[in-house]
């Protein structure tokens, strides 16, 4: 695919080989515990969301660095076979991103490595591989280059989607550039807290003062087994998550931002998108890894109709 041809979606971020091990209880220190399973698989947050919509039928790019590893390989063997355009910066002589991820229980905790040479950096983008979409997602990670994406893709009216878990440094100027501001439970009250006070802002607070400081057009926060909570400006939205058996949890948030963008393309109502993202994000936390779970269209639908709902005391909103 030429590198200007028009996709539905542009995704500028992290890509990740996972080492997944599956433990029956977390190790304390000094321990020794017999795992159950290892597997290898690709992973990473812009990836797995570009994997997961190239899978539901739309057309993707995928912009990030690797080195010239195996796991290079593995990556670009499986952008391939999703058909992602990948547009992948090559480093010499350099390991790409590793993962290892424990598993007890089904919640992951996830040790990084990573080669500084392995920053996406701004020089080593190209506009055409992001102004020739019509949504851009971007992780943040890779802050100047991403915020340099968003920058080009706001000039030429192309909306912009950030899933964020950490204040990185440069990450204020990125935010003023997302329309689409959807990071984890912690990020909200952290980043938004004045300098050098104490007091408490309640995530509702958070997110409004968020919509605000940053002119967005949506702010969210994903919550886990709690749902999601979202402001539009208008309405306090809370969606309560799906019950499911849980294998794995890796993966969920960029499964569910796959789901918003699929949903903010088709231009579903708010409540449809996040009930699909939150339906998507359940399914993939049923098996093992990043991209484990990523279920067909009429198979996710037919899921939601049927499932049940966690339902917290703390956000019992309904619509506000």
Not at 9 to 23: E, K, Q, R
Not at 134 to 141: A, E, I, K, S
Request: proline share 4%; glycine share 8%; charged share 20%.
């Amino acid at each position: 695919m030429a590198a200007s041809q028009k996709v539905d979606l542009v995704g500028v971020g992290l890509n990740a080989t996972d080492t997944i091990i599956s433990l029956p209880i977390f190790p304390q220190r000094g321990s020794k515990v017999e795992y159950s399973t290892r597997t290898l698989q690709p992973g990473g947050q812009a990836a797995s969301t570009v994997v997961a919509c190239q899978t539901w039928g739309l057309s993707t790019r995928y912009v990030g660095k690797l080195g010239d590893d195996d796991a290079a390989r593995l990556h670009r063997g499986a952008f391939a076979s999703a058909g992602v355009d990948a547009q992948i910066v090559t480093v010499p002589g350099a390991g790409s991103l590793q993962n290892l991820i424990m598993v007890d229980d089904g919640e992951r905790t996830v040790l990084c490595q990573r080669d500084e040479r392995m920053v996406l950096k701004p020089a080593d983008l190209k506009r055409e591989w992001i102004t020739s979409a019509r949504v851009l997602h971007v992780d943040g990670f890779d802050t100047a280059a991403c915020t340099l994406a968003a920058q080009w893709a706001r000039a030429v009216g192309i909306p912009v989607v950030a899933d964020l878990d950490e204040s990185y440094p440069g990450v204020e100027t990125l935010l003023e550039n997302v329309d689409y501001i959807i990071v984890s439970r912690d990020f909200p009250t952290a980043h938004m807290r004045e300098p050098g006070t104490n007091s408490n802002l309640s995530l509702e607070a958070a997110l409004k003062k968020m919509f605000t400081r940053y002119s967005a057009r949506l702010t969210a926060a994903t919550l886990g087994e709690q749902g999601v909570l979202c402001w539009d400006g208008h309405r306090m939205l809370y969606t309560p998550a799906f019950k499911v058996p849980v294998v794995d949890t890796t993966g969920a948030g960029d499964i569910f931002h796959a789901g918003f963008i699929y949903g903010l393309l088709a231009a579903w109502p708010l409540d449809r998108q996040i009930d699909f993202a939150c339906a998507a994000a359940a399914m993939n936390c049923m098996y093992s890894g990043a991209r484990g779970g990523i279920r067909p269209l009429c198979e996710i639908e037919e899921w939601m109709a049927r499932t049940g709902r966690h339902h917290s005391a703390a956000f019992p909103i309904a619509a506000s």
